[in-house]
């Protein structure tokens, strides 16, 4: 069964970069036609989509956060990672690592991290 994990600092300073990362275990980030994506959900709000990475290595971002959004992946640990540039408190939310197999169009979250709360304060 796969499963998800995030890792991250709960707490970040404004203008700081922040680093996730998302272990997947029972299953390989490499496998044909798995995606492996971010998602945010802020205090009160709903979700939000940050952007992904296919098995293929390429990354795509949502269009609000290109700017400041990149995406990495090292297989040898089987690990996805964000990196979020410029935080501000509006940054806050509790971010989700999710996955699934088939078209990186649908979206169709099969996999979730339990999330991870992140804290931007100073």
């Known amino acids: 069964q796969v499963q998800l994990q995030e890792s991250g600092p709960g707490l970040v300073k404004p203008s700081q970069t922040l680093s996730l990362a998302c272990s997947v275990s029972?299953?390989?980030?490499?496998?044909?036609?798995?995606?492996w994506g971010w998602i945010r959900q802020p205090p009160g709000k709903g979700l939000e989509w940050m952007g992904l990475?296919?098995?293929?290595?390429?990354?795509y971002a949502s269009p609000t956060l290109m700017s400041r959004i990149s995406f990495s992946r090292d297989p040898s640990k089987n690990q996805v990672s964000l990196q979020l540039t410029s935080v501000t408190p509006d940054d806050t939310a509790v971010y989700y690592c999710?996955?699934?197999?088939?078209?990186?169009?649908?979206?169709?979250?099969?996999?979730w991290g339990q999330g991870t709360q992140v804290t931007v304060s100073a």
């Open positions: 999710v996955g699934w197999i088939g078209s990186r169009w649908t979206r169709e979250f099969k996999y």
């Open positions: 029972g299953g390989s980030i490499t496998t044909r036609y798995s995606n």
């Open positions: 990475v296919p098995y293929d290595g390429k990354t």
